[in-house]
């Protein structure tokens, strides 16, 4: 009907063409069609529009794989609505406005019906003049290669110039040839395959190695030897891949451990506070970065980064009340001191509570900090984890700078090495004491900002992670920041060995037994303080 | 900042106020009001779900009372916190029974709470209401569980997975306890009568509260790679969702290739976070916010109202809450009293209109039969309900899919009276009244 219509715009006049739209076929008909289809409908519905030769298709068909295509209740119009709220006419490309809430209602979509979608986006994104969403639109392929016209992907070869689209999409053509009837393609297909990473191909193969029934086992003896062993090599290699991101794992976790514990080097390692209020901190830096980002709530990236200093200041200034307020009356008395400040983190834990209520709060996560780092197929980092290990590095290496450098610093180890010491040099040891408890919590504060990247910006937020962050100090050896480091990461590291073998469970509590019985042989931990030190401690 | 802290103080110290003055004028006024106790914790790790339904219980109170009361007679709730500490529980229950006398009780969220407050309830003959989706294996003669048994959200979503979207390798991922461990037990049981292989199914468990979840949602992309369509059952609890569902995000599992069908996530554990990758995972449930019917505008207006933010979501548990609070009501309004023993005899069989544009029923074995619904995360925070059971559906308390309850039911009505009936040995189990 469609060509019947070109054939007549060619030939005759527009206005044959505008009175055709109406017929069955045409862009407005399938459409309408839209609103009232079950999702297996809607599937047939957007084919039948992908095939049309309408450039407003495909703006049409991105827009419901986007939940962004509605209609008006009233009179049924087709309408897109874009990022900013506005609404075009999906058909006619005119602005709708005045709309309210209720005026319009969401064609919706499933995940098969998106699978569907984004396969006949792609089909027509292949012939992008970008090569970045050619590269897109191949990758996608991959996934649902079976339903994609394999001349599409043969042209679309014939004339890609760019290598890393090339290489992607002759991996889609080798899946399309796998499953062809010809024992020819196939064995062309095996050989484009073979040394790939991507998981498409792998699970392919399986599937074509599983597919063999016992006769053609034997008639079809090459085809298979060729598959297995490809599929030999490829998993040879995806193990490896493996045992790298495990390690990566590890190392991500450690930073995290890293970050809530380098706070608890300071209060509890340093100035020998058992500081049961530390996670509170956290979770004060993190609820920071929460209303940083409603005072911001255009700048997700640049409100993150306005929160490390405002963490660092709130936390820090709480710190240091507790400090005057409470644990400068107890120094000397563990037990008090434990008992009052597991008080305080109540009282601060319900106090966000109260002001906050009791629900999680909702931090944004920056677009530069989403989705992964691809090594390669079988290998993908993801960015927020690597953003926290290279930011957990910085924050200690600026403390070790502040301690060995500065002469707060310089100051903050004579009066823990040697109060009175120290006293009698005319450094005001209370202020010292004040001031380091302020950085400790400070820094478990910038620990709380970091963390509300990854998990429930909650009252509960520094629960989760006080147990943890004694087990690193106590591990690492008190009062030594690359202790603390080393600890950190080895405790990550060994968490994510056992995890696999043993699940998340036992590895834990595996953890735990290990820490316990390395504590009975080395009480002092890894890196014991040497010297006058010791004595006081 | 300062001045919402000082608002939600006193209004916490009003709270406080009405229960201690509740507590002090309930000796004169005895005869005057019914009194309706509210279980739910108001501290500690469950404040998250549960002041959200001691909220909806004030509501409805609220609300019986403009219309005029029960019996001709005011509702008053008394409000206790148990602290998300369970044997706290079974002490504020027992305080709500025997020193303020309450006539029924809204309350608990996790199985442990409701096992701890279970004797005492028992014991003093008092009336509950449990308005969360739970293992089953439990019916009592006191409690009314208006929350989904496993027939009426695991199973069915179990079904759907397997039927409309062809699903063949299982992930079973859960928090390690006694909800997660019985659904899993049960579907994988359920699972294998289906012809599904060992190998198909992976179990995992995870510890309370758990944000680490790189390498199990790594292993989840590994075992769901193998070209055979796989998808994770997920009762993970509440807290814990929020880092699985960014860790899934970011290593790109998207819900086109791998499922995640959730019982634990609903509208306000979805509310903590940005859903825009999250787009297709599912849930299964009996009530969804984006219900269409006139009863659900009705509930959410009153709710927005009543909670004086129009931005707070509703949830499965609130409608449970809703359909016993109504429920009880009748009941009570039926039976002429509210002694606990006939109000139990007129519960059976009553019917109120569910959220989602039905009618609820309560059985004999004291669970409802409601619709079952399977919807999808949209990015707006919301759920899109792409399917739902043709008819309602009985919640059963005794599986049939474990050997050691296939041959329990439970009916609390004459001859049978007992809450795990033995259909072949023909004899009761032990609760029997």
Redesign the interface.
């Known amino acids: 009907m469609m060509i019947l219509c070109r054939q007549i715009v060619a030939a005759l006049l527009l206005m044959m063409c505008a009175l055709s739209q109406a017929q069955e076929g045409s862009l407005e008909t399938l459409a309408t069609q839209l609103i009232d289809a079950s999702y297996r409908e809607k599937a047939v519905l957007a084919e039948q529009i992908a095939a049309l030769d309408d450039e407003r298709s495909l703006p049409l068909l991105s827009a419901l794989l986007n939940s962004a295509l509605y209609y008006k209740k009233d009179d049924q119009r087709i309408l897109i609505v874009a990022e900013d709220d506005s609404i075009t006419d999906a058909l006619s490309n005119e602005a709708v406005e005045n709309l309210g809430r209720r005026d319009k209602k969401k064609i919706g979509v499933n995940n098969s019906l998106r699978r569907t979608l984004r396969n006949l986006i792609s089909q027509a994104q292949i012939n992008s003049r970008n090569p970045d969403i050619r590269l897109q639109a191949a990758t996608n392929l991959l996934k649902s290669s079976a339903d994609v016209e394999p001349e599409i992907i043969h042209q679309a070869l014939a004339k890609e110039q760019n290598d890393a689209v090339r290489e992607v999409l002759s991996l889609v053509q080798g899946l399309i040839l796998l499953a062809s009837d010809q024992a020819a393609e196939r064995r062309q297909g095996l050989a484009a395959l073979d040394g790939s990473l991507y998981p498409q191909v792998r699970a392919s193969l399986n599937q074509f190695i599983q597919g063999f029934s016992e006769e053609e086992k034997i008639s079809r003896r090459d085809e298979l030897k060729m598959a297995e062993k490809s599929l030999a090599d490829i998993e040879t290699l995806v193990s490896m891949n493996g045992y790298i991101e495990n390690l990566y794992f590890g190392l991500a976790l450690g930073a995290v451990l890293l970050l809530a514990a380098i706070g608890l080097a300071i209060t509890f390692g340093v100035m020998g506070v058992i500081n049961m209020a530390h996670g509170e901190m956290i979770m004060l830096g993190a609820y920071t970065t929460y209303v940083v980002q409603q005072l911001l709530p255009q700048h997700i990236g640049l409100s993150l980064v306005v929160s490390v200093p405002a963490a660092f200041l709130v936390s820090g200034v709480v710190g240091v009340a507790i400090e005057r307020g409470v644990i400068r009356h107890l120094y000397g008395r563990p037990l008090e001191t434990l008992l009052a400040t597991f008080g305080i983190s109540l009282v601060l834990q319900q106090a966000v509570r109260s002001i906050f209520s009791p629900l999680n709060r909702e931090v944004a996560t920056p677009e530069w900090m989403a989705g992964t780092f691809m090594v390669n197929p079988a290998l993908e980092l993801t960015w927020n984890r690597l953003y926290i290990i290279i930011f957990s590095l910085l924050v200690l290496a600026l403390l070790a700078l502040v301690l060995k450098r500065t002469l707060f610093g310089l100051q903050m180890r004579a009066v823990t090495m040697n109060r009175p010491m120290a006293s009698s040099m005319g450094i005001r040891t209370g202020w010292v004491d004040a001031l380091t408890f302020g950085l400790g919590s400070g820094i478990a504060g910038i620990a709380g900002v970091a963390l509300s990247q990854l998990t429930n910006v909650g009252p509960n937020l520094g629960q989760a992670y006080i147990i943890d962050s004694f087990m690193v100090v106590v591990f690492g050896g008190v009062g030594n920041l690359w202790g603390t480091l080393v600890a950190a990461m080895s405790l990550g590291v060994a968490n994510k060995i056992f995890e696999p073998l043993a699940g998340a469970v036992l590895a834990k509590i595996l953890v735990l037994v290990f820490i316990i019985l390395f504590i009975q042989k080395r009480p002092r931990g890894l890196f014991a303080l040497k010297g006058r030190a010791v004595d006081n401690a | 900042?300062k001045k919402?802290?000082f608002k939600?103080?006193s209004k916490?110290s009003k709270v406080l106020a009405t229960a201690a003055l509740a507590a002090g004028i309930s000796l004169a006024h005895a005869a005057d009001t019914i009194k309706v106790g509210v279980l739910h914790s108001?501290?500690g790790?469950m404040?998250?779900s549960e002041?959200t339904l001691k909220d909806t219980v004030l509501m409805m109170v609220d609300q019986q009372n403009k219309k005029g009361g029960l019996l001709g007679k005011k509702l008053e709730p008394v409000v206790v916190d148990p602290a998300s500490n369970w044997p706290l529980f079974a002490e504020k229950a027992r305080e709500l029974l025997e020193k303020d006398k309450v006539d029924v009780i809204f309350g608990c969220w996790t199985s442990v709470s409701r096992k701890s407050v279970l004797p005492v309830i028992e014991e003093l003959n008092g009336l509950m209401f449990y308005p969360v989706q739970y293992e089953g294996e439990e019916s009592s003669y006191n409690v009314f569980y208006t929350g989904a048994a496993p027939n009426q959200q695991a199973i069915p979503a179990v079904d759907y997975l397997m039927k409309d979207?062809g699903v063949k390798r299982w992930v079973l991922a859960g928090t390690?306890y006694v909800y997660p461990r019985t659904t899993n037990k049960i579907l994988e049981s359920y699972l294998k009568s289906k012809g599904v292989a060992g190998k198909d199914i992976m179990i995992?468990?995870?510890?309370f509260?758990?944000?680490?979840w790189?390498?199990?949602v790594?292993?989840i992309?590994?075992f769901g790679?193998?070209?055979?369509k796989t998808a994770v059952v997920s009762t993970i609890n509440g807290?814990a969702n929020?880092?699985f569902y960014?860790?899934l995000?970011?290593?790109?599992v998207s819900?086109?290739?791998i499922?995640v069908v959730a019982f634990s996530v609903g509208e306000?554990e979805l509310?903590?976070?940005?859903t825009a990758?999250l787009?297709?995972h599912l849930a299964a449930w009996n009530y969804f916010m984006s219900a269409d019917s006139k009863e659900n505008d009705d509930f959410i207006k009153q709710w927005h109202a009543f909670i004086k933010d129009d931005k707070r979501v509703t949830n499965d548990p609130m409608e449970a809450t809703y359909i016993g609070f109504n429920m009880w009501a009748k009941a009570v309004e039926k039976a002429g009293t509210t002694d606990v023993d006939k109000v139990e005899a007129a519960m059976i069989g009553i019917e109120t209109p569910n959220l989602t544009g039905g009618m609820a029923t309560m059985n004999k074995n004291h669970h409802l039969s409601k619709p079952v619904l399977i919807g999808?995360i949209?990015?707006d925070g919301q759920f899109?309900i792409?399917w739902e059971t043709d008819g309602l559906v009985a919640g059963d308390a005794w599986t049939d899919y474990l050997p050691e309850s296939k041959n329990l039911i439970s009916d609390w009505t004459a001859p049978v009276k007992c809450g795990n009936y033995n259909t072949v040995t023909k004899t009761c189990g032990g609760a029997a009244k």
Request: cysteine-free; charged content about 25%.
């Open positions: 900042m919402t802290g939600s103080l916490a108001l501290s790790t404040a998250i002041t979207v390690d995992n468990y995870t510890p509260g758990h944000s680490d790189q390498t199990i790594s292993d992309k590994k790679s193998t070209g055979v807290d929020v880092p960014k860790e995000a970011n290593q790109g819900a086109e290739d499922p306000e509310s903590g976070f940005d990758p787009v297709g999808e949209q990015d899109d792409v």
